[in-house]
C-alpha cells in the first residue's frame, strides 16, 4: 500500500497484481458463459490401466533413445564427411 499527502488531503494507492492463471477470474468467466466449475479431483475421469501406461512408457523410451541415435549417427556422418571434404581440398 502507498499513501501520500497532498496539502490538506490524503491519497492511498492499493495494489493487487496477479500473474499466470490467477490473473483472470475464472468464476465470473464460468458464470457468464453458464459453465459450472468443479474443484473437487474425484470428477476426474476413470484412471487409465497400468498396462497400457507402461507400454506408452515403453514406446516413448523406445522412440526417444531411436531419435538420440539417429542424431549422434548423423553428427559422425558430417564429421567423417567434413574431414574428408577438408582433407581432399587440402584445407587439412
Not at 490401466?49 to 538420440?68: Q, R, Y
Request: aromatic share 8%.
Amino acid at each position: 500500500m502507498y499513501s501520500h499527502v497532498l496539502g490538506n488531503k490524503s491519497v492511498a494507492i492499493s495494489l493487487q497484481w496477479k500473474i499466470g492463471i490467477d490473473a483472470k477470474d475464472w468464476d465470473s468467466i464460468a458464470r457468464k458463459e453458464k459453465i459450472q466449475v468443479h474443484n473437487d479431483i474425484t470428477l476426474l475421469p476413470v484412471p487409465i490401466s497400468v498396462p497400457l501406461l507402461e507400454s506408452t512408457n515403453e514406446a516413448v523410451a523406445w522412440f526417444s533413445m531411436m531419435s538420440l541415435s539417429i542424431c549422434i549417427m548423423s553428427a559422425a556422418v558430417q564429421i567423417l564427411y567434413s574431414k574428408r571434404y577438408f582433407r581432399k581440398k587440402n584445407l587439412i
